[in-house]
């Protein structure tokens, strides 16, 4: 057990609990902007999985890379627009929306996967995005393995996490997504086009989900698999709760979680004498651990999962 | 040859079962103030929807500054310099005023907010209309009035030309409602062409140059006003009857001491006393009103006498048995009838039709339940009554509570509350919102309430109405009574003066 | 459709010239590069090779327990002479629909109750351990190895067992990490759990199939490490990194099946476990490949002693159960 | 009176939008059919065939409705009062390891004593997770949808362990799954030949409960939090506890699910015995516009989906995915129903609020 306490095993946890939390953390970043809006997606573990596909699809066919994460956000955008038609238009319960979305997500990525590569005897592959060492700040002892030995989508993730921000607080845009999730009859009143802030806001989270599913295809993979989100989807809807809406707690919920993935598979793998099983729950009551001593402070958007018509009263 | 700012034509609009607006037509002069009036649920706010954008109307056309227009959504009408400011507010409560004010507008900075800006324009704004307000505060922080100045200002931010006030001084207090309408008269001196709904006749006689009446979503007349016109005459028009009332020759109230409030403490999430040590007693049949700004501890001292909120300490008894500690269906079970001030929130489940709504403190009665099973017709039944007693306009007793005019709603809360065969009431505005026949038909009860032992606390922001009903008149300060005298030996001024902090000199005992 | 009714005194006679019929049904996906893909591609050679002789209907992804019983009783009603469930989660199925088709002749993939129309075929994975970690005990550097499972089910726990126990007796000074991803599906994190070992020093890491491996080999090409693959010879996904691996060919093991039902043998046979062993060809070693001139001979000479000395049976392991 | 033809036509008018969508999902289902070559119309004749074809048939989408029933009827108590409770395959989770453990360790007891504790440990154990929920959401306002969720990856691992550790079958060889059942505990079979057991009259007397739950006065202090904590608490309510008590029923009828399915079919436990119906039982729930009969059908409906899909999956030869593709289209089309209703109002003239505001509200 010495071993936890060495340089080398906190940078490789560090180091794993930064890849882990990514492809969660950029799901969870544009969530923010839905759930801001007031609507629960349920359906970004689809989402995801369409954006693994679409983004290994990309890239397999076109040889670049960055195609295949044009192709993952496109592919993210339009099917969170059956989110947003259900939601917004429809006015549906959005608990069965994200659920049906869900089931199609899985069905369908596997079944275009499977048409379009047939069965192989072994999974097709692409060079993922490489890890690029950052000048200078890479050679920094100890934080230089954590933090600047990452491929581009990772810094790019980071750099998202402020972009949020700043246009959730200081954009006309991310004030009328706020106005839209608190009380979406008085942006109305003022102006503002409910239907459409709330399109755009789960188009945005469609388009991140679906990067955050490329991340794991292209980005940490090389490859496309069946349910390779395996819940990171549910987990992304968990961390914007927990982080209460805000991007940089985010960061932080994200990371907890990662961490606590990276570290239960370390610990399994010096042999910790406790069943795996209690291990691999370990992220999962952690999660909860944390949520409750956070929890008394969440406000939810006032008009949380409540479709908004203005007819009704 | 005048000119018209609004000129609405046969305007008719149905919900699903009733029609709210039947071929209305409506016309405002440019730079008058034109007060537009009717009982509750007559289609007021329905006409006013729909001319800022909110509903579209099923037949009619409207002209705006002479040429036709079609109203699809609010941001239209906002383009044609409507603004409106609603029975409920439409701010949104965890933003501040600054932002409040820039929702929907386009920034001069492109993309990025421009709150130094608007800030700035803002200050302008209520400096030439009088209009204080810190632009920095939370919504949620700042006081009914202030919000209705937020409205305002908003409105004017945008460049209205035309504004629209949806019972503005439902909310406000005496001074509030005096200070609103200087800035009323000085926007219609700067040319601004003004709509006013309200409920106060009264109102309307001081300010208003033409008025529009609605019955039951038709137009019955409108008529300009001259120094001649009467209350009575509006209210011929309104109702087709008029209202008298007189509440006079009450006798005195002379019953033994029901609820003692001794000491009463309550401490707010940051540590600060919001009651701070409240001391009254009201008797068996007599109303203790309690004035006040709104904010000094009115809404707490309900919740705390009702058992909402534990009070930090301090005592309730009623009739020698002490209250506290127990949870709010104890405070039921021993006849504490609330009339809360939230009606939408906190009086009414909004989902649920009226015949439950009238139960919901009570479904586990044997009135209305037998073996834990709830008797479906005994609560259709009770419905029944109470719809024809209370006379709540409605499409039936299955109508949900959401789809009810504010007055209707209010109704039914008083329906439940007093039939309840209370021991006390707590009415925190029980008339807010009403109509002045339904107004009267409130307070007709509540002392009916009072002639039969019921000890009640009113807690109004209408004067009037406190000095009309009650025994005694308390007034809060700052999570303190400042003093409580008896009816008849007090003066609007005098209570006044004590809304604001100065100390009464003689306390009467009761 | 159609053929609905329990009819099973019918099949036996008019049997002589018609193509066996074979369903298999499997609780994973075809390319699952795993368990199911290798049965799979399995019964597709025989079928190929048995072309007119047997005829193959396949169904995949039944995972959820409950579906198993009305999909071997669809197959049995219509006629389907051996049905073959690949996973444990058959056994209790199998055993009951089996006893009301007595005609049909039943496969269940690893187990261990039977009929007389039924019987287990199962890899003896120990086998496959004990040849993979005798090359990760004399090919360690580090003497530090690792072996990354899926879920812990018996055959696999009986081969990391192997792979721990072969390692040892190689190499005594070697340290060994181990551990198991929870599912079949989240190669992702296997892949970092790969990573946390390679980063720990370990330089060998062993998986043991499923879905999840792909990201064991993954790992070890990223950190430029050595990766032992798993189900099929998996060098091409990471040449440089792939030294060797165990690959199975669940023909052999098929075709004595198939075999025995077209004989008669099936029903009268003593044994009813069929064994995919290094005996039987079941269980080989991939070629080393590109990195055939790192492994030094005495390595190889060992490999090729313990392959036969495992086919002979020769070699004693103790019984891996828990 | 209504006249017979003026019923009829009512009675279309009011079901028209759901046949007109599914249709609609089965024709965009076919088109993908078309897409992989499959013939569309033998794919959908075995899917109906596969669910209805013959009393086994139905015996077996009466097998699949059983734990769809019980435990949507579950999640439509949580639903309705605005507590989001996605953590039914948890719950059943729970439900399934308790019994399964006081039958295996009370096996002294009497078979008679022995089945009725083990449903009661079911419930309990469904209870418990999800009061673990309650409690967290009423203490510590911690929302429920994550911590359900998350409940659910734990239960997966608990199960995970149980069938590897304490509880697994000693002469079982290693393989992680329990002992059998004794065959007296087994629930009896209704119709010999088929597996249709004791279960499905379990949940139909649990929907006929449903329906006097809420006629009766706990119903309707559920239906009241549903409306907002502030108007439930003025009516006398008190908050926390109700949380906790309807995530203790709600949680409580999962587990019994999970009762049914393994003392009814499974006999035994190992992991993946709960694969899916959490989700499904939401869609069940709210599909039927959480009430009691509407979820009896709809869970028929979707037994009848997943029976007659596995069927086309084996006899057509359809992939696995596209048959989960299918309930997906098939999901999506029923709730967008409320289009046709909506456009139809506007026509007349009427603002209708639709099917979908029953269900959803404000959570907070
Ligand atoms: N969105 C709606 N859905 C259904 N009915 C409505 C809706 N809005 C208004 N109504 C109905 O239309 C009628 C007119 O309502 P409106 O709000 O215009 O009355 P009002 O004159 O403003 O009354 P009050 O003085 O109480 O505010 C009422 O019977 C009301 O129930
Ligand atoms: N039925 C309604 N129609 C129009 N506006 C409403 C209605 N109900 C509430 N509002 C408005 O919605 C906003 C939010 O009100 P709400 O009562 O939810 O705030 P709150 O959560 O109680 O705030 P806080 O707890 O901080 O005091 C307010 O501006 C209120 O005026
Ligand atoms: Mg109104
Ligand atoms: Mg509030």
Known sequence: MTEVLTQGFLISLLAGAIRTSVPILLTALGDIFTQRAGILNLGLEGIMLMGALGGFVGAYFTGSLWLGVLLAMLIGVLFSLIMAFLSVTVKANQVIAGTALTILGTGLSAYLYRSIFGVQ????????????????????????????????????????????????????????????????????????????????????????????????????MNTFLDQMVAGRGFIAVAVVIFARWNPYRALGAALLFGGASALQLRLQAMGVPVPHQFLLAMPYILTILVLLSVSKKAQFPAAYTVPYSRAER | MQSYAVEMQGITKRFKGNVANNQVDFRLIKGSIHGLLGENGAGKTTLMNILFGL?????????????????????????????????????????????????GLPSQRGPLLDKAKVEASLRELSGKYNLKVDPKAKIRQLSVGEQQRVEILSVLYRGAEI???DEPTAVLTPQESTELFKILKLMRDDGKSIILITHKLEEILEIADEVTVLRDGCRVGGEPITPATTKSDLTNLMVGREIVCNFAEKPPCTGKTRLVVDQLMLKDEHKLPVLNGINFSIREGEIVGLAGVDGNGQKELCEVLT??????????????????????????????????????????????????????????????????????????????????????????????????????????ILAREITSSPRVIIANQP???????????????????????????????????????????????????KGIMDNKNVSIEEIGMMMAGVESGEKAAC | GGGDKQEPAKQEGNQEKKPLKVALILPGKIDDVSFNQAMYEGVKELEKEYAGKIEVTYTEQVYEVANIEPALRDFASQGYDLIIGHGFQFMEPIIKVAGEFPNTKFALGTGFKTLPNTCVYDVKLEEGGYLMGTLAGLTTKTNKLGVVGGADVAEIYRGHEAYKHAAKLVNPNVQIQELYTGDWRDAAKAKEGA?????????????????????????????????????????????????????????????????????DNFTNRNDKFYWLTVANGGITVAPFHGLDNTVPAEVKAKMEEVKKGLAEGKIEMPKFEK | MLSSTGFFKKTLVSIAPSIITISLAILAS??????????????????????????????????????????????????????????????????????????????????????????????????LWGGLAGVFRAKFNANEVITTLMLNYVAVHLLSWVVRGPLIDPKGHGFPQTPLLDEALKLPILLSGTRLHLGIIIGVLIILAGYLFWRSTLGFRIRLMGEGHHVARYSGIEISPTIVLIMVISAGLAGVAGWTEVFGIHYRLMDDITAGYGSLAIVVALLGNLNPLGIGISSFFFAALIVGGSTMQRMVGVPFSLVSVIQGLVIIFVISRVIYTQWRDRRDGSINPGVSNKSTGRSY
């Open chain 2, 307 to 412: 058992g909402l909120k534990p009070s930090s300490s301090g005592k309730i008894l009623l009739d020698g048995q002490e209250l506290i500690g127990k949870k709010p269906s104890g405070f039921i079970k021993e006849g504490i009838a609330h009339i809360p001030e939230d009606r939408h929130k906190t009086g009414l489940a909004m989902g649920f039709d009226i015949a439950t709504n009238l139960i919901i403190k009570e479904y586990h009665s044997p009135r209305f339940s037998f073996r834990g099973l709830l008797n479906f017709k005994a609560i259709q039944d009770n419905a029944k009554r109470l719809l024809e007693e209370y006379k709540i306009k409605a499409s039936g007793q299955e109508a949900k509570a959401k789809d009810l005019s504010g007055g209707n709603q209010q109704k039914i």
């Open chain 3, 195 to 263: 990573i946390s070992m390679y980063d720990a020093g370990v330089d060998v890491v062993w998986h043991s199939g499923d879905g999840i491996g792909v990201g064991v080999v993954d790992a070890g090409k990223e950190k430029n490490k050595t990766v032992l693959g798993n189900v099929s010879d998996q060098n091409v996904l990471a040449p440089n990194n792939v030294l060797s691996g165990i690959a199975y060919n669940w023909t052999p093991v098929v075709k004595q099946i198939v075999d025995d039902v077209l004989n």
């Open chain 2, 431 to 481: 008339t807010r919102g009403l109509d002045i026949g339904a107004t009267m038909y409130v307070r007709e009860k509540l002392m009916e309430q009072r002639a039969q032992g019921v000890s009640i606390l009113l807690i109004s922001a209408d004067l009037e109405e406190i000095l009309q009903i009650s025994d005694r008149i308390a007034v809060i300060y700052e999570g303190q009574i």
């Open chain 2, 55 to 103: 509903y579209q109307p099923e037949e009619g056309q409207i002209k705006i500054n002479g040429s036709a227009v079609v109203l699809n959504n609010p941001t239209q009408a906002m383009n044609l310099g409507i603004g409106m400011v609603h029975q409920h507010f439409m701010l949104v409560r965890p933003m501040t005023v600054v932002e409040n004010m820039m929702l």
């Open chain 1, 121 to 220: 005897k072994l999974p097709p592959q692409i060079e993922a995005f490489p890890a690029i060492k950052i000048p200078l700040l890479g050679d920094l002892p100890f934080w230089g393995p954590v933090l600047f030995e990452h491929n581009i989508l990772v810094y790019l993730t980071l750099v998202l996490v402020f972009v949020t921000y700043f246009v959730m607080e200081k954009t006309t845009f991310g004030l009328s997504v706020r106005a839209v999730g608190e009380h979406p009859r008085a942006a109305d009143a003022k102006g503002i086009n409910v239907q459409l802030v709330r399109y755009i806001c789960v188009m945005i989270g469609g388009a991140l989900a679906g990067l955050g599913g490329a991340f794991l295809s292209i980005g940490f």
């Open chain 2, 163 to 165: 504004l629209i006030l």
């Open chain 4, 30 to 127: 076919a088109l993908l059919l078309l897409l992989t070559g499959q013939d569309p119309v033998e794919a959908f004749q075995t899917l109906f065939w596969g669910a209805f074809g013959s009393t086994h048939r139905i015996a077996e989408t009466l097998v699949k409705a059983t734990p769809l029933m019980i435990m949507a009827l579950g999640t439509s108590i949580a639903f309705k009062s605005q507590l989001w409770n996605i953590g039914g395959d948890g719950q059943f989770t729970l439900g399934a390891i308790f019994a399964m453990t006081v039958a295996l360790n009370f096996s002294a007891l009497p078979n008679m004593l022995l089945l009725p504790l083990s449903f009661v440990a079911a419930f309990l154990g469904g209870a």
